[in-house]
């Protein structure tokens, strides 16, 4: 596709609940990136893709998050036995494999608005 | 730690009226500075990358420049739809692939 998409736009669930949210980066796209947005605030970064392993998971906030990316290209966020402070909006970015002269632009998804009820 | 600091939080302007946004960073072994702009709902679209102290891009009416401790996004003569959310984000060279974003300003320019 043109841009990074993201699905679903807006998940509603319960706490205690499990839930996947699905990331297709830019095709050619080596790596992906998954960050979280709470209201008012910038996005926190939470786990880096380089092709199908996790680079650096380390902004994970604990053992109810996982990420896959299993063939290099679709990613899903999971989240089991969701809280009500899991609510935020959940945005994936992509980018091309940099070189070490230059960075290379994230380019972000319009994000998954997950509302633990 | 690194650290991040947009201000204003808000900024509301009339149309045509210049301003500045701020972007102060502490970080050890700045990559590059992000610009990112977001509307309601969107995620954030890229605008601008700089590298070293000095440089300056600019895009339509936005300019953005980079010093040692901040960088400052200028937004010239500006109309209803540069109304949106600016964020800031800085890259370190220990995981450059990593963007640690400020708050955002949220930017309100009337007709």
């Known amino acids: 596709g043109a841009g990074v998409s993201q699905t679903p736009s807006n998940k509603v669930t319960e706490k205690g609940k499990y839930v996947e949210l699905r990331c297709d980066p830019i095709?050619?796209?080596?790596?992906l990136y998954w960050y979280r947005q709470s209201l008012g605030q910038g996005p926190e970064f939470l786990i880096y893709f380089q092709g199908t392993g996790a680079a650096d998971d380390s902004g994970l906030p604990n053992d109810r998050f996982f990420a896959v990316r299993p063939e290099g290209s679709v990613s899903t966020l999971k989240i089991q036995r969701t809280e009500r402070g899991d609510s935020a909006v959940y945005l994936c970015?992509?980018?091309?494999?940099?070189?070490?002269?230059?960075?290379?632009?994230?380019?972000f998804g319009q994000g998954t608005r997950l509302t633990v009820v | 730690e690194d650290q991040v600091t947009q201000s204003p939080e808000a900024l509301r302007l009339q149309e045509g009226e210049s301003s500045s946004l701020n972007c102060s960073y502490t970080v050890s072994g700045l990559r590059g500075l992000f610009w990112y702009r977001q509307d309601p709902g969107k995620g954030p679209e890229f605008l601008f990358t700089l590298y070293s102290a000095g440089e300056e891009k600019e895009k339509e009416r936005l300019k953005a420049t980079l010093t040692k401790k901040e960088s400052f996004l200028h937004i010239t003569a500006p109309k209803p739809e540069d109304s949106a959310t600016y964020l800031c984000?800085?890259?370190?060279?220990?995981?450059?692939?990593?963007?640690?974003f400020g708050a955002g300003t949220t930017v309100t320019v009337r007709a």
């Open positions: 095709s050619g796209h080596t790596a």
């Open positions: 984000a800085v890259q370190v060279e220990r995981n450059d692939y990593k963007l640690s």
């Open positions: 970015a992509s980018s091309a494999t940099r070189d070490r002269v230059s960075s290379t632009e994230a380019f």
